[in-house]
């Protein structure tokens, strides 16, 4: 069963930050790449960074310089650092595995809530 748990989500300030974390189980991890995506109502889901099973990192314009991706293949574990969070961030973010179409895993999302 696959199974893709986040956490690391809450309240926090304009210009804090958090650590979202993603832990990963009931696949090959080391395979996939893995990303962050966020949704907000009323909005399509958008990809907020990724990383390959190479370790290749990419970013959506918004996050650039803030927001870092990264991966421990041990542990089977993604996470993301959000720096400098603005009231634009909040979201509910969700990680996701994906290798092909047919092996696209996501998991429940987590709220990330910035406001003073």
């Known amino acids: 069963q696959v199974q893709l748990v986040e956490s690391g989500g809450g309240l926090v300030q304009p210009g804090g930050s958090l650590r979202l974390s993603c832990a990963v189980s009931?696949?090959?991890?080391?395979?996939?790449?893995m990303a962050w995506y966020r949704q907000v109502p009323g909005k399509q889901r958008e990809l907020v960074a990724s990383?390959?099973?190479?370790?290749?990192?990419n970013y959506a314009d918004s996050v650039k310089g803030r927001f870092t991706i990264s991966r421990d293949n041990a542990k089977n574990m993604v996470y993301l650092d959000m720096n400098s969070l603005k009231p634009g961030d909040t979201a509910v973010y969700y990680c996701?595995?994906?290798?092909?179409?047919?092996?696209?895993?996501w998991g429940q999302g987590t709220q990330v809530t910035v406001s003073s």
């Open positions: 009931g696949i090959f991890f080391n395979i996939y790449t």
């Open positions: 990383i390959t099973s190479g370790g290749n990192t």
């Open positions: 996701n595995a994906f290798l092909r179409v047919t092996r696209d895993h």
